[in-house]
């Protein structure tokens, strides 16, 4: 078993986990609960760790390190049927009046 991500939060730990999971690689985590061991033991040596069999290590990698190069993708503002307002790609309501975004035309 080789470690192929690691990170303080078990969040991104588990994301990634998902993310292998996804493409048919089965992993797990390591020092899920090991938090409460920092000071006593060093703080990286307590982070969760993502582990794969080593046949699928270079594959696993590979799809890790593609996920972390990928940057967010950022929606299109839009503008509020019901009131005209622009508001910002990641929000699903309208700011000012609430109403759900419904086709997102772009502003």
């Not at 190069?69 to 019901?82: G, H, K, L, R, S």
């Amino acid at each position: 078993m080789k470690s192929v991500y690691s990170s303080p939060h078990l969040f991104w730990v588990t994301y990634y986990q998902n993310i292998l999971q996804s493409h048919g690689i089965e992993s797990f985590i390591k020092n899920e609960y090991l938090s409460g061991g920092a000071g006593e033991l060093p703080p990286n040596e307590c982070w969760p760790r993502l582990f794969v069999n080593d046949a699928d290590f270079d594959r696993a990698e590979q799809i890790v390190q593609a996920e972390l190069n990928t940057p967010p993708v950022d929606a299109p503002p839009w503008i509020c049927a019901q009131c005209g307002e622009q508001n910002e790609g990641q929000f699903a309501l309208c700011w000012k009046c609430g109403t759900p975004c419904d086709d997102k035309k772009v502003g």
